[in-house]
């Protein structure tokens, strides 16, 4: 799906921001956010219910919220005094102000079913494809918030075919299925994965299994 704004365009199946068909760099939780506020507009958001999605279950500052947006309008050559994009309730919230058309891809279903996700405890980690970071980062996609996780700990590259993981020099390391991971590894549904005291599980949809014919079926 394809988000369009003037000459922008926020592809989510690739996580990529273009304009004119140019890639501009977002850091993922920039991304998120923008995407957030393009597909609710023109509700305001407030900061409190943009730290939720962004940061569910974790202790954030209001300065990340404000260093992300500060990001797009960069990203966006946006204005605070004159928004074009997103805009500013002050003392409140975010809203994205700008036109905007929303075109689903023709391998879109309804629901917009990830191909992939993580388990860790009751959370699920929904994985597009694209990259994605493991961390105790606040920019990382799925953030992990204790002293045992690295920065940028691990990730996570899916594609329409498979999901690798690979670790990205952490301090400590990431197992996969209780070894040591070195070098990137394909993951299957089931998958444990070991990033420092946290336990998660890999899922992927399974692919739907080819018809038996009559002549099978009779053997």
Avoid at 109 to 120: H, N
Avoid at 160 to 177: I, V, Y
């Amino acid at each position: 799906m394809r988000i369009r704004f003037g000459p922008f365009a926020a592809d989510l199946d690739t996580r990529q921001l273009t304009r004119d068909g140019l890639e501009v760099h977002l850091v993922p939780k920039a991304f998120e956010l923008l995407v957030t506020l393009a597909r609710e507009r023109p509700k305001v958001l407030s900061k409190s219910a943009l730290l939720e999605r962004l940061w569910p279950e974790t202790f954030v500052s209001e300065g990340n919220l404000s260093n992300l947006i500060a990001d797009i309008r960069e990203a966006l050559g946006d204005r605070v005094s004159a928004p074009r994009w997103v805009r500013t309730a002050h003392g409140y919230g975010y809203a994205f102000c700008g036109d905007a058309t929303t075109e689903p891809e023709a391998h879109d279903g309804p629901t917009d079913r990830a191909p992939c996700w993580l388990e860790w405890g009751t959370r699920r980690f929904r994985l597009s494809v694209g990259e994605h970071i493991i961390g105790r980062d606040p920019d990382a996609e799925i953030r992990l918030d204790e002293s045992m996780v690295s920065r940028h700990h691990a990730r996570l590259i899916v594609t329409e075919a498979r999901a690798l993981l690979d670790d990205l020099g952490s301090k400590n390391g990431t197992l996969h299925s209780g070894s040591q991971v070195t070098t990137p590894v394909e993951l299957a549904d089931g998958d444990a994965i070991r990033i420092g005291s946290r336990l998660l599980t890999f899922h992927t949809r399974a692919r739907s299994r080819s018809t038996v014919t009559q002549a099978e079926g009779t053997r």
